[in-house]
């Protein structure tokens, strides 16, 4: 059993605040992943549990007790990196029987340890190779190996797929998530990437400037994201902002569309996050998937229309850049969608999931 909690977290560099406030807390078994730009404070995060790094203010816990105060090596945490840090005169199993080597392991039990780990990570062939003679792809299962040898109580990783080229990344994306399943070792990933944060999360910690932004599931952090940074930093296509102004007549929210005469009823919606006041200006988010285009719509949805301006097939779907008055929206559409470029068509977005923002503040109201 591995629980991970994180309170009230601060790290300053000089006086420069690097974190502020960071509360999180996991389970046992959870894949935490944090997400955010570049520069956003990941790494530090991470290397502040795994002991590399000081922290300022707050307190890390695991299975309650404390352990910032422990050495990194008297944490039972191993941390696999973007860069490998392979040993380059090492063979593939000596890197991996490193750690148990460093901790006095017999050679007997090195060797059954390896053997063990290098079949479930299928690299039982490669044991002999140095590290020069593998490509980008073993050499990280290589990396996750010396990782699990160790068989710490947490895992860290730092953006461990951004040297691998695209298709590579996805093929391990799928590897450490089936590693994750058999293994079930609580696990805190880094990356800037939203698909490899939404495909192989628990939980997700969406940061922005030092802070997390939102903490909770990957539904949660899709269909009900907390502001605009989470709404547009996860999902892709982006999810369209269009300018509105709140008119609630009786308890009901409706939304002039700034520029248009379109108004949107929107249906009432439990867990609204803040009242909304008569001419309040706020940000209609619509992802482009809620977009519906068919000859005939379901009740639930209500009609736009839109001119569309560009279509672009990607294969499975048509992404189709639409003009609704002034604003420029995308939405994401069947391959075999109804639409041509040039001519004002009807669409359909089911308002029960539409979201509503706050334009100044950003946090989501409806
Ligand atoms: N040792 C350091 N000294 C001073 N500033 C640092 C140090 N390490 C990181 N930073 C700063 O802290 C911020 C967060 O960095 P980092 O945790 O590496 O972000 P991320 O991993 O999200 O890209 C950045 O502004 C970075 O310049
Ligand atoms: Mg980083």
């Known amino acids: 059993m591995t629980s991970l909690k994180i309170d009230n977290l601060t790290k300053q560099f000089g006086n420069v605040n690097i974190l502020s406030s960071i509360n999180i807390s ?3 078994g959870d894949f935490l992943v944090l997400v955010g730009p570049s520069g956003c404070g990941k790494s530090t995060l991470l290397n502040i549990v795994a002991g590399l790094e000081p922290l300022s203010g707050g307190s890390i816990t695991v299975d309650g007790r404390s352990i910032q105060n422990l050495e990194p090596k008297e944490r039972d945490i191993a941390m696999v990196f973007q860069s490998y840090a392979l040993y380059p005169s090492m063979t593939v199993e000596k890197n991996m029987a490193f750690p148990l080597r460093m901790r006095g392991k017999s050679p007997q039990e090195q060797t059954a340890k390896v053997a063990e780990v290098a079949e479930l990570l299928q690299i039982g062939h490669l044991l002999n190779r140095k590290p020069q003679q593998l490509s980008g792809g073993q050499r990280q299962r290589v990396a996750m190996g010396r990782a699990l040898v160790r068989d710490p109580k947490i895992f860290l990783f730092d953006e461990p797929l951004s040297n691998l080229d695209a298709k590579l990344r996805v093929d391990m994306r799928t590897e450490i998530k089936r590693l994750h399943q058999r293994v079930k070792k ?3 990933y880094v990356t800037h990437d939203q698909v490899e944060a939404m495909t192989m999360a628990t939980r997700i910690a969406v940061m922005k400037d030092g802070k997390v932004q939102q903490f909770g599931t990957p539904s949660d952090i899709y269909d009900q994201p907390a502001n605009t940074f989470v709404a547009t930093f996860m999902g892709s296509p982006s999810m369209n902002l269009l300018p509105a102004t709140a008119q609630p007549s009786g308890g009901a929210l409706q939304l002039q569309i700034d520029g248009t005469d379109i108004v949107v009823p929107l249906p009432a919606k439990s867990g609204t996050a803040a009242p909304v006041q008569a001419g309040q200006s706020l940000l209609f988010g619509l992802r482009p998937e809620w977009f519906l285009r068919s000859d ?3 009740d639930s949805h209500f009609g736009l229309r839109a001119a569309v301006d560009v279509l672009e097939p990607t294969g499975p779907d ?5 003009r609704i008055g002034p604003h420029e929206v995308m939405a994401r559409l069947s391959a075999d969608a109804p639409v041509a470029v040039g001519a004002a068509v009807d669409f359909g977005v089911d308002l029960g999931k ?7 503040s950003g946090v989501r109201v409806h």
């Open 26 to 28: 996991i389970d046992d």
């Open 186 to 188: 609580t696990t805190i």
């Open 296 to 298: 005939s719509l379901p």
């Open 318 to 322: 048509l992404y189709a850049a639409l």
């Open 354 to 360: 539409a979201l509503v923002f706050d334009r100044d």
